[in-house]
Nanobody, 124 residues
Framework: QVQLVESGGGLVRAGESLRLPCTASGLTLSRYAMGWFRQTPNKEREFVAA????????YYADSVKGRFTISRDNAKNTVYLQMNSLKPEDTAVYYC?????????????????WGQGTQVTVSS
């Protein structure tokens, strides 16, 4: 069965960087579009970044563009979210998601599989 496991979350200070890996099992990552989303208690899950299954197409939310980078290592069956210049407003639970499509973009409903989430807290 498909399973996604995020890790790498934690507490960092504003301006610092963090990299979140999401390791997949039960699927071949190279055949899945991948996405990153985040959620706070008072908001709906929101889009962060997406990548096609080839890695050739990426898309970012305006709020993170230029600061975050999505990438994948198919040999490790892992997708990453590199987060630079973190801001307190980036604080959220971060989720990775997968879909058996070439590219699934920014829509939560487009993704079939989700990780359990990892908490990222950015202090001022």
């Amino acid at each position: 069965q498909v399973q996604l496991v995020e890790s790498g979350g934690g507490l960092v200070r504003a301006g610092e960087s963090l990299r979140l890996p999401c390791t997949a099992s039960g699927l071949t990552l190279s055949r899945y579009a991948m996405g990153w989303f985040r959620q706070t208690p008072n908001k709906e899950r929101e889009f962060v970044a997406a990548m096609s299954w080839t890695g050739g197409d990426t898309y970012y939310a305006d709020s993170v563009k230029g600061r975050f980078t999505i990438s994948r290592d198919n040999a490790k069956n892992t997708v990453y979210l590199q987060m630079n210049s973190l801001k307190p407003e980036d604080t959220a639970v971060y989720y990775c998601a997968a879909d058996d499509e070439y590219y699934s973009g920014s829509y939560v409903r487009s993704y079939d599989y989700w990780g359990q989430g990892t908490q990222v807290t950015v202090s001022s």
